[in-house]
Antibody, heavy 121, light 110 residues
Framework: DVQLLESGGGLVQPGGSLRVSCAASGFSLSNYAMTWVRQAPGKGLEWVSAMSGNAGGTYYADSVKGRFTMSRDNSKNTLYLQMNSLRAEDTAVYYC??????????????WGQGTLVTVSS | QSVLTQPPSVSAAPGQKVTISCSGSSSNIGNNYVCWYQQLPGTAPKLLIYDNNKRPSGIPDRFSGSTSGTSATLGITGLQTGDEADYYCGTWDSSLSAVVFGGGTKLTVL
């Protein structure tokens, strides 16, 4: 069975950094496109970043470009989102999602339970 | 302001049919596949429709998707109280090189 388990969320001050992780099981990360999506409290879904499978490209939303970096460790089958220069508006539940193929689409066939990131002083 | 436009809310009675619209442009819906998600309160989104009209395994055929030009529609028949949720459309935007979502539609089953 496919499982995605996010971790690393927490409280961080504005301007600070945090790295959230997504441990995958039941499939090989390198073979599928992976996506980070966030949801601010009471708000809708916002796409953050996506990485195609098989060493393909990585894309970012304008709102996080230059501040967030998505990466993966194939040996650990784990996805990461390094978040720097955090702002109050980055406060959200962060979900990782697995795509149905190596190519980036909006379709996430499997999602983690999410990890809450709160940016506040 | 979302790139894709959805109505904030829709409602219908149990057993009835409802449709949820998603309006975009030629750079997104007009030339890329659309998907739809259902999000129950406090849970992660669940994929209902992908590639415009395909259902993942386990999704009942009460849920259907269609596209026409730069718009997409999610249809739900035989409404049940358990269908009360937020629904989101999503697709790739070729001009933005980004995944885009609609603002979400809250379905109330009266």
């Amino acid at each position: 069975d496919v499982q995605l388990l996010e971790s690393g969320g927490g409280l961080v001050q504005p301007g600070g950094s945090l790295r959230v992780s997504c441990a995958a099981s039941g499939f090989s990360l390198s073979n599928y496109a992976m996506t980070w999506v966030r949801q601010a409290p009471g708000k809708g879904l916002e796409w953050v970043s996506a990485m195609s499978g098989n060493a393909g490209g990585t894309y970012y939303a304008d709102s996080v470009k230059g501040r967030f970096t998505m990466s993966r460790d194939n040996s650990k089958n784990t996805l990461y989102l390094q978040m720097n220069s955090l702002r109050a508006e980055d406060t959200a539940v962060y979900y990782c999602a697995k795509g149905p193929s190596p190519f980036i689409t909006a379709a996430g066939s499997d999602w983690g339970q999410g990890t809450l990131v709160t940016v506040s002083s | 302001q979302s790139v894709l436009t959805q109505p904030p809310s829709v409602s219908a009675a149990p057993g009835q049919k409802v449709t949820i619209s998603c309006s975009g442009s030629s750079s997104n819906i007009g030339n890329n596949y659309v998907c739809w998600y259902q999000q129950l309160p406090g849970t992660a989104p669940k994929l209902l429709i992908y590639d415009n009209n395909k259902r993942p395994s386990g999704i009942p055929d009460r849920f259907s998707g269609s596209t026409s030009g730069t718009s997409a529609t999610l249809g739900i028949t035989g409404l049940q109280t358990g269908d009360e949720a937020d629904y989101y459309c999503g697709t790739w935007d070729s001009s933005l090189s980004a995944v885009v979502f609609g603002g979400g539609t809250k379905l109330t089953v009266l």
